[in-house]
């Protein structure tokens, strides 16, 4: 992968696995002797800024959409503040890695949204999502949105985030999407028990980049 790139990491839906993919890519990229800056925007409650020892502009409590757990938090969203932030990470880095709050259609505040975010960014978008069933719908109406949007999609990772052995819908969406969709299917990460570094450069080896 090139460097100074800015790629934006969305997902299909809440909880199919932004964190784990934003730490395997910053993880495999390290390991190519890439710099990576890692970037959590906003997050509302949880500590997925901490795991990945992101710069966290906006912090809410409340495990709500932005937009509402800050207007109950009364923080005052400032985009140029995410702006700056990510300055300071591209001087320093070859690659920054954004993580949004949940889906492309997040609003942040009442007007804005994660996908006016990564045009205000200028960055490249890699989609997560989930394997089962009803992936096939939410993550063509994630890539539809894209283009529409003429935001440009560097490709699909998909995340097991449950283990145990893969249902047929599982064996098969990956490649039925990137087939429907005409958007490269870049991997597949398997449910991983643990985030070591050596762990996840074995269990997310098949990921292109």
Not at 133 to 146: D, S
Not at 169 to 174: A, C, F, I, R
Not at 187 to 196: C, E, N
Request: glycine share 6%; charged share 25%; aromatic share 6%.
């Amino acid at each position: 992968m090139p460097k100074n790139r800015t790629i934006f990491i969305t997902a299909t839906d809440t909880g199919v696995g932004k964190t784990v993919v934003t730490l395997c890519l910053a993880t495999l990229l390290r390991a190519r002797g890439r710099t990576v800056g890692i970037m959590k925007p906003v997050q509302c409650a949880g500590h997925d800024a901490k795991l990945l020892k992101a710069i966290n502009p906006f912090y809410a409590p409340e495990p709500l959409s932005p937009h509402l757990a800050f207007r109950r938090a009364k923080i005052k969203f400032d985009q140029s503040k995410i702006q700056e932030c990510l300055k300071k990470l591209q001087q320093d880095h070859d690659i920054v890695l954004v993580e949004g709050a949940g889906g492309l259609m997040v609003p942040i505040t009442d007007d804005y949204y994660n996908a006016d975010l990564i045009k205000d960014l200028k960055a490249e978008v890699i989609i997560v999502a989930r394997l089962g069933l009803g992936t096939i719908n939410h993550t063509l109406l994630t890539i539809n949105e894209l283009k529409k949007r003429k935001l440009k999609i560097l490709g699909i990772i998909f995340c097991q985030t449950k283990p145990g052995k893969k249902s047929l819908p599982e064996l098969t969406n990956p490649q039925e999407i990137e087939k429907l969709s005409g958007v490269k299917m870049l991997g597949i990460i398997p449910y991983l028990k643990s985030f070591k570094e050596r762990y996840l450069l074995d269990q997310c080896k098949n990921i292109t980049l």
